[in-house]
């Protein structure tokens, strides 16, 4: 590994970093700035009260009462909504890593230069997880300097670590996409899989949180949507367990993407 | 052969598919390449050509057999073949959105000599008129093509694998692309050159592989394969074509394709020519022309003689 290829993912794709960086920062702002109106909060806690469990988790509120308050709406709300857009990012992001330069046809030039198919694909992978960690700090930079500049009353520390907490999901998801990529080949066929897995994990968690039973934990726990619980940095119940769950599946993930794309056919 | 050879194939075979999908795009192929030469491999579309290129950049994966390249297997070994040769494919793809320079830089850098090599693709960008200041989606095809040629050959590898380089290119660069070739040849370094433009191959190559279906059917020197039996026969009479002699000459075992128009009479033949000169006798020949046939004519013979005898 000479960091080459690193180096030239993140000169091609560094700019993702100002839009999707920039455009989750708007949305921070935006959630900040209500929260500066504690009237606007309340009402909006009185609206989810007459929803079902599903609903509210579906809107990112599991804990009504803790939405009453700012940083509770802030997490709450910003993590539920940041965590969908940067999925959209990990599944393009993973399709990045190998599925579109194999469509393309530039991995024929890529693979006929001296370098292992297995250095190529780690360098690439921990390009765009660096452009994946970039979007994630500067859009938490931009929600935190929101809260700060509009001097909303909400600990600094806990927005941070509450949105910094959605990296471990974005990574899983770019590693499930770019799994199935080196697995199905097809780039279509990868995105359509991708979808589904994203989708569905959505669906598992808001179904598995708000049921109760074998089935509905069975569905919380398999979605890695209920691992990126900004809650839980305000209540003070994060369990960094949860997070090691996250790394280990992404390695899983890693690990069964290397061994597709070292040993089977480049290209159609 | 073998023991000089840059590239030695035994017996390498490539399927796609499983099942009633399967597809044998390469059978068995034998085959050597020695240093210093520069090597066409012929073959109409789907017969192979990028399929033995794509093996033998252990982009895909042999069904059976095995190869070697400068005495390294091609799997086992992919990475430092790959440091000693360059590779221009078929269908060239490169980063849209970057320039020739950038590209250039960025493919060095992963050669691990920056300097030297930037160096000489500057030249070679020269040579072949490229402007390499311009994003790559800026550029022709024509010149997007250029650019492959430069990242080939910019390290100047011991071994070029050309897949279709001159498809997009004007009659001039192409001159100029024979010329490195030569030079290729003078330094003895190798060329592996896949092309269906049968002239190319003919003014530069030194020996041709013929693939059709998946099979090797020939490997000749240029020479060689020119030299085959028949040969294109051009009769001018001075006076309208002889009554009959069409016929005449279609009975003659050694002349086939007999075509006549006004005072030409035009056929292939193979073998003696004294049958023939006495049957045009009849008229005024005012002048006979034996024309060698072209390579893409020994081409279409390989490939129609054995779709006769499969047929």
Redesign the interface.
């Known amino acids: 590994m ?1 960091g ?2 690193i180096g ?1 993912t993140l ?2 794709s560094w700019k993702q970093i100002l839009y999707w960086g920039l455009g989750l920062g708007a949305l921070g702002l935006y959630i900040d700035f209500i929260a500066m109106s504690p009237d606007i909060i309340s009402g909006y806690a009185d609206l989810l009260k007459s929803m079902p469990p599903a609903m509210l988790q579906a809107f990112g509120a599991s804990d009504i009462a803790l939405l009453t308050t700012a940083e509770g709406w802030i997490v709450s709300i910003f993590v539920s909504e940041a965590a969908i857009f940067l999925s959209v990012f990990a599944v393009m992001a993973g399709l990045n890593i190998t599925a579109n330069d194999e469509q ?6 890529i ?6 198919r297995s250095s190529y694909l780690l360098e690439r992978w921990i390009g765009f997880a660096l452009i994946g960690l970039g979007i994630v700090v500067l859009c938490a930079l931009i929600t935190l300097a929101g809260v700060i500049g509009m001097n909303v009353d909400a600990p600094h520390d806990v927005i941070l670590k509450s949105i910094l907490n959605l990296y471990p999901g974005t990574l899983l998801a770019m590693t499930v996409t770019c799994l199935l990529a080196t697995a199905l080949r097809r780039r279509a066929l990868a995105i359509g899989f991708a979808a589904a897995f994203v989708t569905a994990s959505y669906i598992f968690n808001v179904i598995g949180a708000a049921a109760s039973g074998a089935i509905a934990d069975f569905m919380e726990n398999v979605s890695y949507f209920s691992y990126i619980h900004g809650e839980a940095f305000v209540v003070g119940t994060y369990d960094p367990a949860d997070s090691a769950i996250v790394i280990g599946a992404i390695l899983i993930g890693f690990v069964l993407a290397l061994r597709n794309f070292v ?5 159609i | 052969m073998a023991s000089d050879s840059v590239i030695n194939i035994r017996g390498l075979s490539k399927t796609y598919g499983s099942g009633k999908k399967q597809t044998l795009a390469l059978n068995r192929l034998d085959l050597s390449v020695a240093q210093g030469e520069i090597f066409g491999y012929l073959g109409p579309n789907g017969a192979g050509k990028t399929t033995t290129i794509r093996l033998l950049l252990d982009l895909i994966r042999p069904s059976a057999g095995s190869a070697t390249i400068f005495g390294l297997d091609i799997r086992a070994d992919s990475v430092e073949i790959h440091r000693r040769i360059g590779f221009f494919p078929a269908e060239l793809s490169l980063w849209e959105g970057r320039t020739g320079d950038q590209i250039i830089n960025y493919v060095a850098s992963v050669r691990g000599d920056t300097k030297g090599i930037v160096k000489h693709a500057d030249e070679l960008a020269e040579r072949l008129d490229l402007d390499t200041s311009k994003k790559v989606r800026d550029l022709s095809s024509g010149n997007k093509r250029k650019l492959g040629l430069v990242i080939a050959m910019m390290h100047s590898p011991e071994l070029l694998i050309l897949d279709e380089p001159t498809g997009g290119l004007d009659p001039l660069v192409q001159q100029t692309f024979h010329e490195m070739m030569d030079e290729y040849r003078a330094k003895g370094k190798t060329v592996f050159l896949s092309s269906h433009v049968l002239s190319e191959v003919q003014a530069i190559c030194d020996r041709v592989g013929i693939l059709r279906d998946g099979e090797l059917k020939a490997v000749e020197s240029v020479e060689k394969i020119t030299n085959v039996e028949f040969q294109w026969v051009d009769v001018v009479f001075r006076d309208a074509v002889p009554a009959g002699l069409q016929q005449q000459l279609e009975r003659l075992p050694a002349v086939t394709n007999v075509s006549t128009n006004g005072t030409r009479v035009r056929m292939r033949m193979v073998g003696d020519f004294d049958p023939l000169l006495r049957v045009i006798s009849g008229g005024y020949v005012e002048t006979l022309h034996i024309e060698e046939p072209s390579l893409e004519e020994i081409f279409l013979a390989f490939y129609s003689g054995d779709k006769e005898k499969t047929e």
Request: aromatic share 0%; no cysteine; net charge neutral.
């Open positions: 000479t080459i290829v030239n000169r091609t393309s046809g530039l991995m024929d030039v693979l006929s230069l001296p370098i292992s040993s089977r056919d480049i290209g």
